[in-house]
Each structure stands twice: as structure tokens, then as C-alpha cells.
């Protein structure tokens, strides 16, 4: 009796235990996250479309394959687009399947397990398209420009922002600390008067950006009458009167001189004044326009022969007035070395302009070469000055008298430096 209760229970046990291993099989459990690739129809549970994992998905039985978190058979096309789902890495997705074309969208297309292959030339990582609320690349040829870059003065859109070297532009005066586009780079750009194309002026900086400070081809018109520039300078018997400068009285035996107070260097210059001399049959010696070295303003060279220039080095185009030994009749022009004793290396003859009239003298400098005009008229024209070298020093306008005496008067007077050097501080 108790062998046959035994062995019924025994039975009953057996069967119970197969139902409970039927069932089993067929109750979903959560996914351990060790999945196979979604190509395998074993796999229970494949990448999503995006590359990352698929949502939790149960064990699947034989002959199905996870899809979207969920048991679909193998043979499902959710889709449509004629890829069954163990094939497709997206079966919501009918622009997803093996053999799509790869577009730049943060999506494996293709199902070859990689997103937007082809679309990060410059391997930044960065892609040419926006992912994820991550900005595209920008410049996907250049490494160094992607959104996030530093950005830096070159021109670019380093960090793809949309703006071009912003921060390099502090002064904000459309000129950058670089070179922009075409627009030269800005040599101050902490001040927004200073920028390349900016007016020159006489301040002590480079206003233009070019590479020069202070280098104004203006003209100077310094006025000698009221109120008289106060960079005219007056040495020996010179006086200002009425808006001229007189060099020297019709005293003998005098010296004077009309310098311009400030530093050149002489390579190139253009000048013109106008002159008056005294009318006197016996005349008496002469005038100059010089530029000689040094800044000695207050000075004047040796009179008589020296029209008040001698000895002071230098050049000068002196008008003279009286015939010393040797010499044509006055007046004539000459162009001088003023050493103690003046070596004349050219004269000309000149009409008379001892009259007390006035005269316009104009004389331009040129790479050694010396012109000069005498009431509009060519006296001198690209004359050599042989050996010459550019000097630094003063200009002005002297004029002399020995045994005998003319006064000699200069006005209007313009220089010009069209190399520069026209800022006068």
C-alpha cells in the first residue's frame, strides 16, 4: 500500500516538474547586456539603429530576434522596407537596412555598426552634420575647426560659432589683430583710431599701420605773420617784420638766417618762397636757400662771400648778388658746398632780380639730383650732386652783406617732404 502511494506521488512529482520547466522556457527575464550582432538570428538582443544598446529585451525563443525591446519572429519586416528584422539593425525604420546609403543624420544607416562613416574628413571627431544638439563641423577639412575649437586670429570660424575671429577685434574698429580676408592686420588694437588706412598724424604713432610713424607728406606753410609758427627760428641780424623775415639790413657787413626748428633727413624735398632784394647798383653779395646737417638753430655761417651759409656744411642754391674775383655777372645762381670757403659745383645766369620785386624760388631735391625754378622758369633741371649722401639736419634761408649792403627779405615759404617727415610735434 505504502509502495503504491509512493510510486503514484512519485509520478505526479515528475510531471509537475516538466510543466514547470515548460514554463519556464517561455517566461521573458531581463537582458544581461552581452548581446550578439543583430545580423545573427540567434541574437537576442541586438544594437539599435543609433550604434548604442537596444532597449532591455527578453531571451527569445527559437526562431525569433529582439526588435525595439521586443520578441519579433525573424521573418517580421516592421518596416516594409523588405529587410526581415534578423537582418535589420532598425526595422521602425525604412531608410535603416544593410545596404542603405550612409547619410549624416547620427544614424548607422548601412547596419555596418558605425554611425556617419565618411562624413568627419578631418577625423576631429566631429561630424558635418548636427548630432544630438551637438553643432556640425564647420570646416570638416581642417582638424583644428570644429565647434568647442579655441578660437584664434586667422581669419577662420575656429569654433563654428558663425563669427570670424571674434575677440580679436577689441577696440572695435573693423580691424583685427590679423590679417582678415583682405583686410591688413591692425598694429594697435587696443585704440580705434589706429588701424590700417587711418589718416597720419603728427602724434608719435604709426596712425596708418604701415610700418612708419608720423611720416606726413604735408606741406609746411609755417606762417611769419601773426601769430608766427612758432617753429621759425631766427639767427644773427634776421628780424621778422610784417609777415616777412629779413635776413639782413642794408648795413654792411651783416649776417642772418631763417631756420625751420626740426630734424630732417635729406633725401627728397620740394620747396618755395618768395623773395625780395633790395635794388642797389653795387649790390651786395647774396641769399640762400640751404639744408645743411645739425640742429643748431640759432646759428649763421660766414657772411660776404659765404652769404651768411659758409662754413656751416651742407648744400645750399645761393643768389648772388655781387662779382667777386672770377666770377660772371651778378646776378647769378649757384649751387654750393657750404664749406668755410663755399666750393660753387654749378652757376647759372639768371635774370636781374636785384630789383625790389618780388621773386618765386623753387627748389626740389630728387636722389641727388637738384632742380630749381626762378619765377616759374627751369634754371636748373636734375642737376647730379655727385657723391651725395642723405643727412640729417635743419633747412632755412640765410643772406649776407660785406663792404657793401643790400637787405635781403623772404616770405611764403613751403616745404615739402613728399617721402614723409611733413609731422612737426
Request: charged share 20%; aromatic share 6%.
Amino acid at each position: 500500500m505504502n509502495r503504491n502511494r509512493s510510486s503514484a506521488y512519485r509520478t505526479s512529482l515528475a510531471l509537475g516538474m516538466a510543466a514547470l520547466v515548460a514554463v519556464v522556457a517561455v517566461t521573458p527575464s531581463c537582458a544581461t547586456g552581452n548581446e550578439a550582432p543583430r545580423g545573427d538570428i540567434s541574437s537576442t538582443t541586438p544594437a539599435e539603429a543609433d550604434g548604442g544598446p537596444d532597449a532591455a529585451c527578453p531571451p527569445c525563443g527559437a526562431g525569433q530576434t529582439c526588435s525595439s525591446g521586443a520578441c519579433v519572429s525573424v521573418d517580421t519586416d516592421a518596416d516594409g522596407d523588405s529587410v526581415k528584422a534578423s537582418k535589420d539593425c532598425d526595422d521602425h525604420d525604412p531608410a535603416i537596412h544593410p545596404g542603405a546609403v550612409e547619410v549624416c543624420n547620427g544614424k548607422d544607416d548601412n547596419c555596418d555598426g558605425k554611425v556617419d562613416e565618411g562624413f568627419d574628413a578631418d577625423g576631429d571627431g566631429t561630424p558635418s552634420c548636427s548630432v544630438a544638439g551637438k553643432p556640425a563641423d564647420c570646416d570638416d577639412k581642417d582638424p583644428a575647426v570644429h565647434p568647442g575649437a579655441t578660437e584664434t586670429c586667422n581669419g577662420k570660424d575656429d569654433d563654428c560659432d558663425g563669427l570670424i575671429d571674434n575677440g580679436f577685434d577689441k577696440d572695435n574698429d573693423g580691424y583685427y589683430a590679423c590679417v582678415h580676408g583682405t583686410i591688413s592686420a591692425d598694429c594697435d588694437d587696443t585704440n580705434a583710431s589706429i588701424h590700417p588706412g587711418a589718416v597720419e598724424i603728427c602724434n608719435g604713432k604709426d596712425d596708418d599701420c604701415n610700418g612708419q610713424i608720423d611720416e606726413l607728406p604735408a606741406n609746411l606753410t609755417g606762417s611769419l605773420t601773426s601769430p608766427v609758427n612758432t617753429h621759425w627760428s631766427l639767427a644773427g641780424n634776421a628780424s621778422l617784420v610784417s609777415g616777412w623775415a629779413q635776413l639782413n639790413q642794408d648795413v654792411p657787413d651783416q649776417a642772418g638766417a631763417l631756420w625751420w626748428n626740426a630734424p630732417y633727413t635729406f633725401d627728397t624735398f620740394d620747396v618755395g618762397a618768395t623773395f625780395w632784394i633790395q635794388n642797389k647798383p653795387t649790390g651786395a653779395d647774396g641769399m640762400t636757400f640751404a639744408w645743411v646737417p645739425g640742429n643748431a638753430v640759432n646759428v649763421v655761417g660766414t657772411g660776404a662771400s659765404g652769404c651768411g651759409v659758409g662754413g656751416l656744411g651742407g648744400y645750399a642754391v645761393m643768389i648772388d648778388t655781387f662779382v667777386n674775383t672770377n666770377e660772371p655777372a651778378a646776378p647769378f645762381l649757384a649751387v654750393v658746398q657750404a664749406a668755410a670757403a663755399p666750393v660753387t659745383l654749378s652757376r647759372v645766369a639768371i635774370p636781374n632780380v636785384r630789383d625790389s620785386a618780388n621773386h618765386r624760388l623753387r627748389v626740389r631735391l630728387d636722389a641727388g639730383k637738384l632742380s630749381v625754378w626762378l619765377d616759374g622758369i627751369s634754371t636748373l633741371f636734375e642737376f647730379p650732386l655727385v657723391g651725395y649722401v642723405p643727412f640729417s639736419g635743419r633747412w632755412g634761408f640765410t643772406g649776407a652783406t660785406g663792404g657793401a649792403s643790400e637787405a635781403h627779405w623772404v616770405t611764403d615759404v613751403a616745404m615739402a617732404f613728399p617721402n614723409g617727415q611733413g609731422c612737426v610735434p
